[in-house]
């Protein structure tokens, strides 16, 4: 079987994970300069075409630099932030206005070759940061260097709505008619938090965090964030910690770090399990686990309606209680929202997955999936090759997720001396 369509499998729980989701990207002047920026245009082109509600932030600071060099000017900072004065921001305005429209062009480029080649897909960009003076600082005018004091949310989501891709550059206008020059990093994240975004990817040099022993940190708590700041010192990978501690903080529940140097760091972050940058994500209130013998009481909630329907084989407690480490679940707040079960059948290297149940009103989240896919490890782990499920009403199901019909015959004899013929479900199974 060609790789792609194993790829395709495992990466569709996250399409429709993220199908109409609001991600706000942020790509660094320098990534704007990089080989691989086409690559990454043409990566969120793809995530436009897939539903997301994409909010793309760029910055600008090597364009400015050239710029400024160009015109003999001296490049003044004061604690990492840039003094913008009169001339400086003639560069910054220049600088910002020639990428605005490269990226806008570019991604105009890249819906015309993409599958949605046709469609009216736009580009939307204006007056949606408004901005206000850093003023003056231990004695240090900053003069046109400003922060975000407001990110125009109604007006952004009218544009998500209408399926544009919404770029915001590092530029602000005042309610009295000034430009100030901001940091992109303080555009994305507070465009993230003000619009309630599900996600903040911010693209740096680095495939991520890496911690001291020069190895990528997969995940972390905002919590612990502090520590890593202060090994960093000021250097870029420590802001864009920071910013993505700063989004979770204030409600982003995932911000993540990829390498805007890295072809394909994006959609391996997004479409894989264990993505390939650094995840910053507060607690999760969801969990996938196994079971243990104080769950009973909620599985017995979750699968008794479903017994009484006649879609699961009933189970007694003292069942539950016996068997109960045959169970994976979801928990969600304390309560356990879904739930699946594998079981190994003697002497065979089979197993059956059974009693797969979401809470009715938690209901397309992929739960299901999450669920199926936890047995399958679990399964493999366990050396088994063959997976059945024995089902009355969801047959439909299981065929979109590769099993196959199979037969009481194809049962390992443990398992079909036990079938019910008076239940007559259909069996299918599923090479691991
Ligand atoms: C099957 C189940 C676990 C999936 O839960 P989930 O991950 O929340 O997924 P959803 O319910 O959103 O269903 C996902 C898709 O499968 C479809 N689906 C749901 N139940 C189905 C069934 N019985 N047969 C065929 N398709 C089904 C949904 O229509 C949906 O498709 P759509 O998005 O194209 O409309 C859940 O529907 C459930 O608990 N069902 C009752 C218990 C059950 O049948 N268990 C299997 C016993 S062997």
Same mark, same amino acid.
Do not use: C, I, K, S
């Given at each position: 079987m060609p790789e792609y369509v194993n790829w395709l499998r495992h990466a569709s729980p996250y399409i429709n994970a993220h199908r109409d989701c609001t991600f706000v990207v942020m790509l660094p002047g320098d990534g704007v300069e990089h080989p691989n920026f086409g690559n990454i245009v043409h990566d969120l082109v793809l995530l436009h075409s897939l539903g997301v509600r994409l909010v793309l932030v760029h910055g600008s600071r090597p364009q400015i630099e050239t710029r400024l060099a160009a015109r003999g000017l001296t490049p003044h900072y004061h604690h990492g932030m840039r003094i913008t004065d009169a001339a400086t921001l003639e560069c910054v305005i220049d600088a910002v206005g020639q990428l605005r429209i490269a990226i806008e062009a570019r991604l105009s480029m890249d819906m015309a070759a993409s599958p949605m080649q046709g469609s009216r897909l736009r580009v939307a960009s204006g007056n949606l940061v408004t901005a206000r003076p850093i003023g003056v600082l231990e004695g240090v005018d900053y003069h046109h260097t400003g922060e975000v004091r407001r990110v125009d949310r109604k007006g952004i989501n009218r544009l998500l709505d209408e399926r544009s891709i919404v770029l915001l550059s590092p530029l602000g206008y005042s309610p009295t008619g000034e430009i100030f020059n901001l940091a992109c990093e303080d555009v994305a994240t507070r465009a993230a938090i003000d619009l309630g975004a599900d996600k903040l990817l911010l693209f740096g040099a680095d495939p991520g965090l890496i911690d001291e022993? =020069?190895?990528?940190?997969r995940e972390l708590r905002p919590q612990q964030v502090p520590a890593h700041l202060q090994r960093l010192g000021s250097n870029y990978q420590a802001e864009l910690l920071d910013a993505a501690a700063e989004a979770c903080r204030g409600g982003v529940a995932r911000s993540h770090i990829v390498s805007y140097?890295?072809? =394909?760091a994006l959609l391996t972050e997004l479409f894989t399990r264990d993505g390939g940058g650094t995840l910053v994500a507060q607690e999760q209130f969801e969990v996938v686990r196994e079971a243990a013998i104080e769950d009973v009481g909620g599985l017995l909630d979750l699968i008794s309606p479903l017994e009484e329907q006649g879609i699961l084989v009933r189970r007694s407690r003292e069942v539950l209680e016996r068997e109960i480490e045959q169970f994976s679940v979801v928990e969600r707040e304390g309560m356990i929202i879904a739930c699946a079960a594998l079981y190994q059948i003697a002497d065979s290297d089979a197993g059956e997955l059974a009693c797969l149940a979401v809470n009715p009103e938690y209901r397309h989240g992929a739960r299901g999936d999450v669920l199926l896919e936890r047995i399958e490890s679990r399964a493999r782990a366990q050396g088994l090759n063959t997976l059945f499920v024995l089902t009355t009403r969801t047959a439909h199901w299981f065929r979109e997720r590769g099993f196959v019909p199979s037969s009481v015959e194809r049962l390992p004899s443990a398992r079909a001396s036990l079938y019910n013929y008076q239940r007559n479900s259909k069996i299918f199974e599923k090479t691991l």
């Open positions: 022993n =020069g190895r990528l940190v140097a890295e072809d =394909g």
